[in-house]
């Protein structure tokens, strides 16, 4: 039996990169997987592939950043996908500046999405978890969230929250059986790290214990591992997934 069957599950951000990565492992689990986004031509080719290898999906055209939406666009789903076991918030955006440089526009609008966002779905979803008395949350935070960098106040500011919010959820929750917890990525292999300079990549890997950059299925799999019933004595914890480059 795959560790998912049975479950539904939606996932931010889901057509491309980790969020992508994270629907399609779930999928292969054997979840309902509800693949969440802004762009729906990379949604519908996100599912086409899912199903093409036999899994679950469903997409779901949505913006985090518009919270008066988030309510009406879940009551859009079909009626056997509206219980909700596992929620992935793993939306994100950067608008990355020296703090003398950034605008108030670009700190308003990371936090809307990355934490604002997570704050008005989990709200959502967490009555009908409630109701059953089961529900998993997990929220993909950062390594900077928990070490901080230069020119990204408001992202770090952003994914810390995360963490706040959800040691705050797993103590109201806990006693419903509902787990909430964080997993923390580092540097992922990603089209942008592919064009750093070579000296800028070699420095980079210099700082990581294991001499290489994550891939996009490193982090999938430890939510994967969250969302199942093997981490169900698991809340409240946030887990690194950066190859030591925090320890």
């Known amino acids: 039996m795959q560790r998912l069957e049975g479950r ?29 986004a802004r ?71 990371v936090l809307a999405t990355n934490l604002t966002g997570a704050f008005v779905l989990s709200k959502e979803v967490v009555r009908g978890m409630m109701r059953k008395r089961f529900g998993r949350i ?18 770090a500011a952003s994914k810390a929250g995360l963490i706040g919010f959800s040691k705050s959820l797993a103590r109201e929750l806990g006693s419903r059986n509902i ?18 300079p070579e000296a800028t990549r070699n420095e980079l890997l210099d700082s990581i214990a294991l001499k290489r ?8 799999g430890v939510v994967a591992f969250l969302a199942s019933e093997e981490a169900a004595y698991v809340t409240g914890e946030t887990i690194n997934v950066s190859g030591g480059l925090y320890i």
């Open 138 to 155: 997990i929220s993909v935070s950062s390594v900077v969230g928990l070490m901080g960098n230069a020119g990204q106040a408001n992202y």
């Open 39 to 109: 762009n729906e031509e990379k949604l519908a080719a996100l599912v086409a592939r899912i199903e093409a290898a036999g899994g679950s999906a469903h997409a779901l055209v949505l913006d985090v950043a518009q919270p008066a939406s988030i309510g009406e666009r879940l009551k859009s789903l079909p009626p056997d996908l509206a219980g909700i076991d596992v929620l992935v918030n793993n939306a994100g955006i950067t608008a990355d500046n020296l703090l003398l440089r950034m605008s108030l526009e670009d700190w308003q609008s």
């Open 8 to 36: 539904i599950a939606l996932v931010t951000g889901a057509s491309q990169g980790i969020g992508e990565a994270i629907a399609r492992r779930l999928a292969q689990e054997g979840a309902r997987v509800i693949a969440a």
């Open 213 to 220: 950059l994550g891939h996009v299925d490193d982090v999938a």
């Open 179 to 196: 787990t909430v917890n964080v997993v923390a990525p580092g540097y992922i292999e990603t089209p942008m790290t592919d064009a750093l």
